[in-house]
């Protein structure tokens, strides 16, 4: 490039003396415009013709980065600059690494992307790129082969043939100097584990070594011991030995424990109008006298600097003092709390929402442009969009405009909502079963929920139709109806049923959400003469069983309209892996039937059908123990319980009744044989 430039220079400087440019023309270019290569050149009509001028406008060329070649002609008055563009990568390919998000992070991380201008020093760079991530993930000598094809005239495809090297495992790791602390918690929380024994089952480690993790390891076997206590220890750099012979490795630490320190005086300094300093101090997890950890002062930090957030102070700073002392092994902490500026949103930004409409994001947000900042609105605006099921991730982060002004940077990373299935299958209960749907609970990006299926089987044919708009008209009300045919071969009897419901809903508070609806339904019940099962008390009594008898409690034919209403709380932090928060929630059904009673029906029921109240409810409690026990575990607990209450001597129908057991069967009964009956049926 430079003996072209000064070949030009010498060349051109021999006829250029008191020349003048009368025109100026580029030809070969495809990534600039002619303007653009006029301001950069910074040679114009009328000026006198400078070999040094011309000489620097080819420099200034070749720094845009864009072209192979640049020379200038001169024809008379006029200077014409030929440019030899580099070509464009059209397609970047890799071939034997990964896949999926592997692939991508790799693509994203190796400084070339399609569009890009081809550049062998750069490609040469990504093969480095590729082979040092390989060997962060424990891969040595691993080959990486570049090749190029050209597409078309101007472009060109890469493919990077990746072959993985061998992994290198680590056999032993030492901790030299380590006593007070077993090895299995000292390796608890390290990206560089001693390879179990048989490690490549499941859930077992399997010692491979990663590499970019290893001068991390340190701090977390740091950690370790300030979790336990032990406030003075040391731990070195980690120092690998590796055998490329055989491709394994071991791993030194020199440790210093010193002593363990039990929490003496904890205090709070802080003088922020609204804070509590005692109910502060109530709430910490640090108390006085018990083993000093860490991972507890982090969480009481993050408590302390959510209490100040929630008076408006997003930028809160919590600094924690500790005062050892070495004799009696004891460390007084005081938190001192600053407050900052009070913050209010400037703007929320959202983005990652491809399908979802912004204003169905923002309608499950507790702040909006304007209002002061507060921490708790934060984490409830995060647990409720995670509730509504559209997204596999949500994060919520502020960015700072000025002194007293934020952004919300909402990002979202939504999941599949939407199902289009059908299938097929065999049960030695149901036979042949058939079945389509389609559903999506976030239809269009709306947040409206539809389904609508079928499923057949050799006992069952169900069609159903259904939708819900949670925020109808981005308001605080819900509305859904549902439409339904269904006819089911049970043990004893068949149902045949018809209906829809209809369901006006608003949400109370924060938390709570109430409902209100009708129902109609059209039951045709018939017992089954050939199948009928008897209870076990009318087989050991030898119960004579009548055709009125069993028409009695399964022959049915009412129509029935009712009124229910629900109520329910739900405070939980995710919809598909809740980890803390409760979900209660009690439904009431008012019920009226009418319909025609058989013989054996009036005789038993003077009353004929009448009316009845049926009360479900259901609990879940979630609690993340991690804090706690430092290992990612939640704890679940479910319940769920029904009644359901009618007058004397009104009949209430089978298709109404209650059934014990799981999925409608109880181990050794008949599936939906077991509910209340008369006189052991």
Known sequence: MMKKIVLAWMLLSAFLLAQKVTQVKFE???HLSPSVAQEIADIHVGDEMDAAKINESIKNFFSQGYFKDVWVDKQGGTLIYHF????????????????????EKLLASIGLKKGDLYDSRRAQKAKKAIISRLEAKGYYDTVV????????????ALTFDVNKGEKIKIKKMNFVGASKMSKGDLEFDLANKEADFMGWMPFLNDGVANIDQLEYDAFRVKDVYMKHGYLDAFVSKPLMRVDFGAYDAEVDYQVSEGNQYRVGDVSIAQNIEGLDTEKLLGNLSLKKGKIFNIKR???????????????????????????????TKTVNIQYVLQAGDEVTINDVLISGNNTTKDRVIRRYLYLAPGDKFNARDLKDSKSALGRTGFFENVDIQSQRVSANKINLLVNVKEAATGTISAGGGYGSFEGLMLNASVSDKNFLGSGITGSIGFDVSRVSTNYNLSFTNPKLWDSQYSLGFSIYKKNYEYTNFTQDQLGGTLTLGREFFRYFHASIGLGYMDNQSESNDNNFTASSTARQTNTTITQDVIDLFYGDKYKKTSFFANISFDNTDDFYTPREGM?????MEFASLDGSLTGADIAAFPGGYGKYVKTSGKFGLYYGVEDWIDYDLIFRFKARAASIDGNDGEKIPVAEKLFMGGIGSVRGYQPYSLSPGINGL
Request: hydrophobic share 35%.
């Open 28 to 30: 070969g270019l495809a």
């Open 84 to 103: 030899k563009e580099k070509v464009a990568i059209a397609n970047i390919d890799i071939k034997g690494y990964g896949s999926g998000d592997d692939g």
């Open 145 to 156: 082969d570049l090749s190029t094809k050209p597409v078309g005239e101007s472009s060109i």
């Open 297 to 327: 002062m982090r969480k009481d930090m993050k408590d302390l600097k959510e209490a100040v957030g929630n008076l408006g102070y997003a930028y809160a700073n919590v600094a924690p003092q500790m005062h050892k002392n070495p004799e």
């Open 583 to 587: 979900v209660a929630a009690i439904n």
